[in-house]
C-alpha cells in the first residue's frame, strides 16, 4: 500500500523535467501536499483547493494545488510554495510538512496571456490538515482526495475547453462533482506514473 514514506522514497529517484528557457520566464509555485489518510483507512491524500469563480481570472473556478507566483522576498520556489499555501489554505508547512521532492516543471502563461510563466510543484509530505481555512476571494473549498481513486477509471472523463476559440476535450477526473484537469492533471499524472511500480 503507498504511504507517504514510500511516496518520499519513489521521488527520491524521480529526475524531474525542466523548461527550455525557464529561467527567463516569470516563476510561480505549487505545492502538491500528500498525507497517510487519517483513521487508518489506509493509502495517500492529495490537498486540492477550488478557486473562487473571479471575473478575468484564466483559472477561475479550477481545481488546482495551492500555489501561485514568486514573490521577490521568497527565498526560493520551496519559500514561494509554503508562503502560498499558508495564504490559500492556512496550513504551514514549515510547522507540519516535510519537502520530499519535485515534479516536472510546466509551462502556463501569466494572466495577461503575454508572458509565459514556468511553474514548480514542489512535493511535501504532511502531518494533520483537518482544519483548513480557505482564504475568502481566493479559495472555494479545500478538500483531500484519494490518489488511489485517481489511478483507476471510475473518475475519468473528457473535459470540454475552447482554446482561441476551438472547442478541445481534455483528460480530466471527476470527484463529488468537481472537476481535476490541465496543469493540475499533467501534474497528478505524473506523481501517478511515479508511484506505479511502489
Do not use: Q, Y
Not at 503575454?114 to 475568502?136: K, Q, S, W
Amino acid at each position: 500500500m503507498l504511504t507517504t514514506s514510500v511516496l518520499a522514497t519513489a521521488l527520491s529517484r524521480h529526475r524531474p523535467k525542466r523548461l527550455w528557457g525557464e529561467a527567463r520566464m516569470a516563476r510561480a509555485a505549487v505545492a502538491v501536499i500528500a498525507r497517510d489518510a487519517p483513521g487508518g483507512a489506509g493509502g495517500v491524500e492529495l490537498l486540492f483547493i477550488e478557486r473562487v469563480v473571479r471575473p478575468g481570472d484564466p483559472w477561475s473556478g479550477n481545481m488546482a494545488f495551492p500555489g501561485g507566483r514568486a514573490h521577490a522576498e521568497d527565498a526560493d520556489i520551496v519559500a514561494t510554495a509554503v508562503r502560498e499555501t499558508h495564504e490559500e489554505v492556512g496550513f504551514d508547512l514549515g510547522v507540519h510538512g516535510e519537502r520530499v521532492g519535485r515534479l516536472s516543471t510546466v509551462l502556463a502563461m501569466t494572466h495577461s496571456g503575454r508572458r509565459p510563466m514556468a511553474v514548480h510543484p514542489v512535493v511535501f509530505t504532511a502531518r494533520g490538515g483537518d482544519a483548513l481555512t480557505p482564504a475568502p476571494g481566493e479559495v472555494a473549498h479545500a478538500l483531500w482526495i484519494p490518489l488511489a481513486a485517481l489511478r483507476g477509471e471510475g473518475h475519468r472523463e473528457r473535459h470540454a475547453h475552447r482554446v482561441l476559440g476551438v472547442p478541445w476535450r481534455f483528460p480530466a477526473w471527476r470527484w463529488e462533482g468537481r472537476t481535476i484537469w490541465g496543469l493540475t492533471h499533467r501534474m497528478v499524472s505524473e506523481l501517478l506514473r511515479v508511484t506505479a511500480r511502489v
